[in-house]
């Protein structure tokens, strides 16, 4: 019942909304979980073709190669060249987390940047501790269940 009346809340708070930062998973994001997952699933046989993940998710493929450029720079993703090429997870996808993901290319899992642990920025509701303590009940929920959840646990 007390998730519930958060969740409520949060969504009263979203559709009121006048303060810059939220938690919302942009389309690069789900993009790149669904390339990652897809990846991750066909991993033991051999380098991943960007055109096969294309193909299965309806993913743009030079969107794509560009996000895959923020994911090998930060070491998510390796990449070979040439007939047998495409890309590989660098590492187990079981060291991979969501919320990785997301901080990546989102930045805060936070409702609000005032109760961001990671991109803090002060906000008008700041002044009111209370819907702060909710808010910041809402983050850490959100934040443990998208650290706990692997890559692996998704395939």
Do not use: W
Request: hydrophobic share 40%; aromatic share 10%; charged share 30%.
């Amino acid at each position: 019942m007390v998730r519930g009346r958060y969740v409520i809340l949060y969504i009263v708070y979203r559709q009121s909304r006048q303060i810059e930062g939220e938690m919302k998973l942009t389309t690069k994001t789900e993009y790149l979980l669904l390339a990652l997952i897809y990846i991750a699933r066909q991993e033991k046989e051999h380098f991943i073709k960007i055109k096969d993940i294309c193909t299965v998710y309806d993913i743009p493929k030079k969107y794509l190669e560009q996000l895959f450029l923020t994911l090998k720079h930060n070491r998510y993703i390796k990449t070979k060249r040439g007939a047998n090429g495409g890309y590989k997870l660098a590492r187990p996808a079981n060291k991979i987390s969501v919320s990785e993901i997301a901080r990546l290319m989102d930045g805060a899992l936070a409702p609000i940047e005032a109760v961001s642990k990671h991109f803090y920025s002060q906000t008008p509701l700041e002044k009111e501790k209370k819907i702060i303590k909710v808010l910041q009940e809402i983050r850490d929920y959100i934040a443990n269940r998208l650290e706990k959840l692997k890559l692996s646990d998704l395939v």
